[in-house]
């Protein structure tokens, strides 16, 4: 006998019922620490990643290849939530947005937010890729990416695609941008408000302005931070997440108070491994 239309309906509501009250029970109820619940909770509730997406994943965020089964599934559902969450735009002459930039962008979201895994940008819900660097009528330049505060994140694609090409030398424009949107997203009135803890930040920033010093004064060769850190504070902290992610033996050596402060700030180390402590 086949259902009808309407029981199957009714039948499909009962399941989407029952595992959403599993995933919740699982989250909530299941015995064990709060650290294993949540993942299993979170990934759950946010599904699986699309199969199209996993290649780029793993050929570009080598994290991946370090992180327990459980993490590894949680940064997938997420990089998937993300990509669900926003609208992409193509401009100039990309035809359509693919997989592999879809992938990308959300893997640099979700990599920099491995410490906060409710964290989506969710003031960011536009992002815009042109093939390569864009003239901005406000600034009269070129850029080759912006956030903007009205919740648009800009990206060149080409330039985007060149912080990938070596990825471990600091330089990396997905990680910069995202890194300028969390800092905004920390201080937009939204559900994802305030969670940087502000004293840690201002300890950070006070070590920040000794560096921006120190750039200043020396030559690109000499200073482990590129020029354009000393812009700002806000360019610094963007400066320096691409090389916590990118570098973090590297900037852990060269100045241990600073890199630990951006860990706590981030609530992760990768040397450390143990993301997702929330
Ligand atoms: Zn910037």
Do not use: C
């Amino acid at each position: 006998m086949n259902p009808s239309p309407d029981n199957t309906l009714i039948v499909f509501i009962i399941i989407a019922f029952a595992l959403y009250s599993f995933s919740r029970y699982v989250k909530y109820n299941l015995p064990g620490s709060s650290f294993i619940k949540n993942k299993i909770g979170r990934y759950l509730m946010y599904g699986k990643l699309n199969p199209i997406y996993q290649p780029y994943l793993y050929q570009y965020f080598p994290v991946l290849n370090k992180l327990s089964e459980t993490e590894r599934l949680l940064f997938e559902s997420r990089v998937q939530k993300f990509i669900n969450m926003k609208t992409f735009v193509s401009r100039g002459n990309i035809k359509q947005i693919t997989p592999e930039m879809k992938a990308l962008i959300a893997g640099s979201a979700i990599q920099i937010t491995m410490g906060y895994p409710d964290v989506y940008f969710s003031h960011f819900r536009t992002i815009i890729i042109y093939p390569d660097v864009y003239y901005s009528r406000l600034t009269k330049h070129y850029h080759n990416g912006e956030v903007n505060q009205l919740g648009v994140i800009v990206l060149s694609w080409k330039s985007f695609m060149e912080g990938f090409r070596d990825p471990r030398d600091g330089v990396n424009l997905g990680y910069h941008e995202m890194a300028h949107a969390l800092k905004l997203e920390n201080i937009v009135d939204n559900d994802e408000y305030e969670f940087f803890d502000s004293s840690i930040v201002n300890q950070f920033e006070k070590e920040a302005i000794k560096e921006m010093q120190k750039v200043k004064e020396s030559t690109e060769e000499t200073s482990f931070f590129r020029k354009y850190s000393a812009t700002n504070l806000n360019e610094f902290f963007a400066v320096a997440i691409e090389n916590f992610i990118e570098r973090p033996t590297e900037f852990k050596a060269y100045n241990i108070n600073l890199y630990l402060l951006l860990s706590k700030i981030l609530n992760f180390d990768l040397l450390e491994l143990s993301p997702y402590t929330v």
